[in-house]
């Protein structure tokens, strides 16, 4: 059975940093893309990171201040997130799926993962 629980997640001052972690079980780290979602109040969830068996994808938005990364030995997805922002506010969720696919040049959206954590908050005051 798949689980995927965040952590990290606080309320901080714009320019601070966070590291959101992601504990899996049922999940095999080489077989699953994973990666992280975030729903701000009013909006849609929107993509963040995403890391596949080709490639590390990012959101325009957060190019050069987050950064998404797997341990491996801890079965944990990471986000590094730096010099945050207002905007950044919202609910951060751990996502994973062992069947979806997308190839460079094509973003993924929420329908392409099945398993959801049940996320973190993340406010960022200015």
């Known amino acids: 059975q798949v689980q995927l629980v965040e952590s990290g997640g606080g309320v901080v001052q714009a320019g601070d940093s966070l590291r959101l972690s992601c504990a899996t079980s049922?999940?095999?780290?080489?077989?699953?893309?994973m990666g992280w979602f975030r729903q701000a109040p009013g909006k849609d969830r929107e993509f963040v990171s995403v890391?596949?068996?080709?490639?590390?994808d990012y959101a325009d938005f957060v190019k050069g201040r987050f950064t998404i990364s797997r341990d491996n030995a801890e079965k944990a997805l990471i986000l590094q997130m730096n010099n945050l922002a207002p905007d950044d506010t919202a609910v951060y969720y751990c996502?994973?799926?062992?069947?979806?696919?997308?190839?460079?040049?094509?973003?993924?959206?929420?329908?392409?993962?099945?398993?959801w954590g049940q996320g973190t908050q993340v406010t960022v005051s200015s």
């Open positions: 996502v994973a799926d062992p069947n979806t696919f997308r190839g460079t040049g094509h973003s993924y959206v929420a329908d392409d993962f099945y398993f």
């Open positions: 890391v596949d068996q080709n490639r590390i």
């Open positions: 049922g999940v095999s780290f080489n077989k699953y893309v």
